[in-house]
């Protein structure tokens, strides 16, 4: 497991204080996953998805209680349909959220609805919320069991997400490669290795522009668990 001292202690100044702020080109940014620095950064350049990134966001140890801590939660393999043939979602899913009734679909067959946050769930909402400056109503938990799980190309972009919403995501337990490209056919995309303890902001434009995929990978893996805190518009009036 992924054992970097990453920066600790960070908070909503990170985003706000010009020094800390770092913009930097894409090289640099892809150059953060691969653990060569440690300072939450923009990619500036164009074309290029609209991303914060916190490299080591988790002080190890809090990673490491929130691994074992996430694991143990019910987790479920739901069924999907892809041209009309039903086959398993290629990992497990967990959904919590403030109301039971926070209803969450996709590819009109997984349908989820919110189970209360767990304690340890909640703190790190609020953790994350704090650091991005965002308020996330709920949260989506993807467990890859191992290299053969994975989530296809996509982009999360619901109703009930409200308009171009902002979207963070904590990663524990094994590295993953995130992928992301341009919603048109041919586009380059750019990779990023999230590690144990690391947080990835989407910003507005995200998930309008872009669409994001966790490949499989044939690198012998353990575990890896993604949350992923979105925004819910209650879309009944
Ligand atoms: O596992 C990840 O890093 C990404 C998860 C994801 O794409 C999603 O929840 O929509």
Redesign the pocket.
């Known amino acids: 497991m992924n054992d970097r001292p990453g920066r600790q202690n960070y908070s909503s100044e990170d985003l706000r204080e010009p020094g800390i702020q770092a913009r930097v080109t894409p090289e640099e940014f892809f150059a953060l996953s691969q653990g060569k620095a440690f300072s939450p950064a923009i990619l500036e350049a164009e074309d290029v998805p609209p991303l914060v990134y916190w490299p080591g966001f988790l002080p190890k140890a809090q990673a490491d209680r929130l691994l074992t801590l996430s694991l143990d939660l019910p987790w479920q393999q739901q069924q999907i349909t892809i041209f009309g043939k039903q086959r398993p979602v290629p990992r497990l899913e967990s959904y919590f959220g403030d109301s039971t009734a926070y209803h969450y679909g996709y590819s009109n067959s997984v349908s989820w609805q919110a189970a209360p946050w767990p304690d340890f769930l909640a703190d790190l909402r609020s953790q994350v919320e704090v650091v991005t400056g965002y308020a996330y109503q709920v949260g989506?938990g993807?467990l890859?069991r191992d290299g053969n799980d994975s989530?296809g190309y996509?982009a999360?972009d619901e109703p009930e997400l409200g308009e171009d919403p902002a979207i963070a995501?904590v990663?524990l337990g094994a590295t993953?490669t995130?992928r992301l490209k341009r919603r048109k056919k041919g586009a380059k995309s750019w990779g990023i290795a999230?590690h144990h303890g690391d947080l990835l902001l989407m910003q507005p434009g995200c998930q309008r522009n872009w669409i994001?995929t966790?490949p499989k990978t044939a690198r012998p893996c353990g575990p890896r668990i993604?949350w992923?805190f979105r925004p819910y518009v209650s879309l009944t009036r």
């Open positions: 989506m993807n890859y989530n996509h999360d995501s990663s993953r995130f999230l994001h966790v993604n992923t």
